[in-house]
C-alpha cells in the first residue's frame, strides 16, 4: 500500500509533510462535498492545479520498482491511496485505487457518466479550457472522481484491498502517514491475520510500532533496494 510519500520525489506534494497540501490549503473549502456544493469553481480550479503538478510529473525509482515487483512477485497486489495515476504510468496494472484517480471526473448528481480528463490539465489545450466546468449528458455538473472527507470508498475497491491484506504474507506500507481509514487500517489486518508489515517511511508514523520491519528513507532509494535483493 502506497501514500503520498511514494510520489514526493516526483514533486507531488503530500498532504501533511513540511510544505503539504493541508499546511497551505484548507480541506474543508476544498475536499469535502459541501465544499463543492458551496463553491465547484473554486474545488475545480484546485484540482486543475494539481493535475498540472501531476501532468508534468513523472513516476520515481519507487513507481518502478513495486512495478517489477509485480511481474515477479505470484499474488502481488497494488493498493493506494494517491489519485496521481503514477503507479499505472511506471507500468503497474490492477492498482487499487482506494481514493479514486485526478484523471477522471464523475457525474455530481450520480448518473454514471464518468469521463476520462487526461490530457485535458492546464496548458494542455488552448486557454480558457481548464476555467469550464465539466458538465454530464444529464445536465448537472461533474466533480473530480476522488474520495473527499466523509465519503466512503468504493465498496468492491475496499473489499479487495481488504482481502488482499489478509492473505499476504508481507504487507509492504510505503509513504503512508497511517492516520486516514479505512486505509490505514489495512496493514493492522495484515498483521493480525499473520503478514509482515513492512514500514517504509523517512519518518515515524502510528504504525511504526506495529511494523515488524521498519525501513527508514526516501521510497525512491529504499524499494528498488528492496526489490533487488529478491
Ligand atoms: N519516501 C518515503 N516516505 C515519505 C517520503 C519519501 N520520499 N516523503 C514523505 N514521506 C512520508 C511522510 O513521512 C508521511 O508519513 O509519507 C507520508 C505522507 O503522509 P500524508 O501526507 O499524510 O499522505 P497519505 O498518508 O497518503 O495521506 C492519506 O489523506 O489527505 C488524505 O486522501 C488523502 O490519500 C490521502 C490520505
Known sequence: MTGAGISAESGIPTFRGTDGLWRTFSATDLATPEAFARDPGLVWQWYRWRQGIIGRAQPNAGHVALAHLQTR????????????????????????????????????????????????????GPSGDEDTLPVCSC?????????????????????????????????????????????????????????????????????????GLVLRGKAAELLPALESRL
Open 73 to 124: 512477485v505470484s499474488g502481488f497486489a497494488l493498493v493506494t491511496q494517491n489519485v496521481d495515476g503514477l503507479h499505472q504510468r511506471a507500468g503497474s496494472t490492477h492498482v487499487i485505487e482506494l481514493h479514486g484517480n485526478i484523471w477522471r471526473a464523475r457525474c455530481a448528481r450520480g448518473c454514471d457518466l464518468v469521463r476520462d480528463m487526461a490530457g485535458t490539465e492546464p496548458g494542455s
Open 139 to 211: 445536465g448537472s455538473l461533474m466533480r473530480p472522481d476522488v474520495v473527499w472527507f466523509g465519503e466512503s470508498l468504493d465498496g468492491d475497491c475496499l473489499d479487495h484491498a481488504f482481502k488482499a491484506a489478509q492473505d499476504c504474507d508481507v504487507f509492504l506500507a510505503a509513504g503512508t502517514s497511517a492516520l486516514v481509514y479505512p486505509a490505514a487500517g489495512l496493514p493492522l489486518v495484515a498483521g493480525r491475520a499473520g503478514a509482515l508489515v513492512v514500514e517504509v517511511n523517512v519518518d515515524d508514523t502510528p504504525l511504526t510500532p506495529h511494523a
